[in-house]
């Protein structure tokens, strides 16, 4: 085992490299369109802001009290909606992934829904839970909810009927079947579900800020905007695309700790 891992690692080693000069030269050049087309002034003034420009924005963005706070009122949206859309996500999949009438019966709902913009169900929304964040903490819900389900769904199928029989086999109850057996044969496919569900949460409850709020990261998303402050939208912009790097990161990570490295 030891000669193969020897074999192994010669081979593998080198990519590193490579795909490292790739990705910097990729956000070099990012960045190197981005200054040119600022300096060239082919677009109208200050829609295409200088790296400068925008980094003092950045500066003056963290400096900023009130960028916290927002930053707060959002993220506990979205970690609320993670929790609520996320566990139901999870219990409808694990009964659909166990129950092949129920699934035949409304899994396709699932996949008719999933892809639906949820934002036409804001006025629902607003009219259910009021303007407050419960309208937006709704939408996160509703937007995590499907890709969770639909990922927890397709984990119960692939989990080994040897190990659902000896759970069986054990009288194991609901509850220990799902704790001991279910959750950890396939939490791979849960944790994916619960990044591509995070990240569509984001949007959701961002753009129901950005509809009707007077807090949060997308209100002042949204507030920037409509003050043609683009280098402060901008910035705002960048600080959420870090945050939700950094979220999705951490949970993929979580989802990779104790999987065999081959």
Do not use: H
């Not at 790739?22 to 300096?39: C, D, N, S």
């Amino acid at each position: 085992m030891a000669e193969t891992g020897r074999l192994i690692a010669p081979a593998t080693q080198p990519l590193v490299r490579p795909v490292t000069l790739v990705r910097v030269a990729i956000v070099v050049g990012i960045l190197a369109t981005w200054e040119a087309v600022a300096a060239s002034g082919l677009l109208f003034r200050d829609v295409v802001p200088s790296l400068a420009v925008i980094g003092r924005a950045i500066v003056e963005l963290l400096a900023d009290p009130a960028t916290y706070f927002n930053l707060g009122v959002t993220a506990g949206e979205i970690g609320l909606a993670m929790l609520i859309g996320g566990l139901a996500g999870l219990g409808v999949g694990i009964l659909l992934g166990g129950n092949r009438l129920l699934s035949r019966a409304f899994e396709s709902y699932l996949y008719y829904l999933g892809p639906t913009p949820k934002i036409i169900f804001f006025p629902i929304m607003i009219m259910w839970f009021g303007v407050g964040p419960g309208s937006k903490i709704a939408m996160g819900v509703l937007s995590c909810f499907f890709p969770v389900a639909l990922s927890a769904a397709a984990g119960m199928r692939t989990i080994d009927n040897v190990l659902i029989r000896v759970g069986r086999s054990f009288r194991a109850g609901t509850w220990q079947m799902i704790t001991k057996i279910y959750l950890p044969a396939m939490r791979l496919p849960v944790i994916n579900g619960v990044r591509l569900g995070l990240g569509v949460a984001i949007i959701g409850t961002l753009l129901a800020e950005t509809k009707l709020s007077n807090k949060g990261i997308g209100f002042l998303i949204i507030n920037a905007y409509s003050t043609f402050n683009m280098p402060r939208m901008y910035a705002l912009l960048i600080l959420l695309f870090v945050l939700s790097i950094g979220v999705n990161a951490l949970v993929g990570r979580l989802g990779g700790a104790g999987t065999i490295k081959r």
